[in-house]
T-cell receptor, first 116, second 113 residues
Framework: EAGVTQSPTHLIKTRGQQATLRCSPISGHTSVYWYQQALGLGLQFLLWYDEGEERNRGNFPPRFSGRQFPNYSSELNVNALELEDSALYLC???????????????FGSGTQLSVL | AQSVTQLGSHVSVSEGALVLLRCNYSSSVPPYLFWYVQYPNQGLQLLLKYTSAATLVKGINGFEAEFKKSETSFHLTKPSAHMSDAAEYFCAVSNTGGFKTIFGAGTRLFVKA
């Protein structure tokens, strides 16, 4: 069974540009979560999508956005990139909507975004 | 509000030595607690989780963690370190709704031969 896949592995952009990150969840999982892993800050919750809709977002500005497609894959878009957006962006999926039973998240390997 | 503090951003042990990674949490309600491991160039994997059953939780690869409410701690241990244990370890806490899982800053474990 394929795990959570993310692309690209690395992405280099300059300030002001836009970045698009992609995530394919495990087959059968309808919930997709995006996290930012900045150096020394741990994982910060960004966005949660389920059944094609944004269900919740973390404390990030509106230039962080995304969407979920009918096949449950997801995109994370970051507009007007700033230097501090440089981080590892992790996608996770779960079969359990909202993880109400606190079942585990399955994480992808991440996209390393570097903003120069 | 919930929070997680991992003591020590880097821990170095010799092969065969005890591994102890510290995690303290704060939560206004009984928490669910997790340890995740991130190997180089890989995503996170769940090591173990505490969900109010037994306070001593056994996970994969010989790791275990003990929930101590009085100390608000959930330290991760392994009796004997292997070289393959070298990775970054994240402690996490949540109550209901996994999207609000709060992760610690991570502890990088180095294992010396």
């Amino acid at each position: 069974e394929a795990g959570v896949t993310q692309s690209p592995t690395h992405l280099i952009k300059t300030r002001g540009q836009q970045a698009t990150l992609r995530c394919s969840p495990i087959s059968g999982h309808t919930s997709v979560y995006w996290y930012q892993q900045a150096l020394g800050l741990g994982l910060q919750f960004l966005l949660w999508y389920d059944e094609g809709e944004e269900r919740n977002r973390g404390n990030f500005p509106p230039r962080f956005s995304g969407r979920q497609f009918p096949n449950y894959s997801s995109e994370l878009n970051v507009n007007a990139l700033e230097l501090e957006d440089s981080a590892l962006y992790l996608c996770a999926s779960s079969q359990d909507r909202g993880l109400a039973t606190n079942e585990k998240l399955f994480f992808g390997s991440g996209t390393q975004l570097s903003v120069l | 509000a919930q929070s997680v503090t991992q003591l020590g951003s880097h821990v170095s042990v010799s092969e065969g030595a005890l591994v102890l990674l510290r995690c303290n949490y704060s939560s206004s309600v009984p928490p669910y607690l997790f340890w995740y491991v991130q190997y180089p160039n890989q995503g996170l994997q769940l090591l173990l989780k505490y969900t109010s059953a037994a306070t001593l939780v056994k996970g994969i690869n010989g790791f275990e963690a003990e929930f101590k409410k009085s100390e608000t701690s959930f330290h991760l241990t392994k009796p004997s370190a292997h070289m393959s244990d070298a990775a970054e370890y994240f402690c996490a806490v949540s109550n209901t709704g996994g999207f609000k899982t709060i992760f610690g800053a991570g502890t990088r474990l180095f294992v010396k031969a």
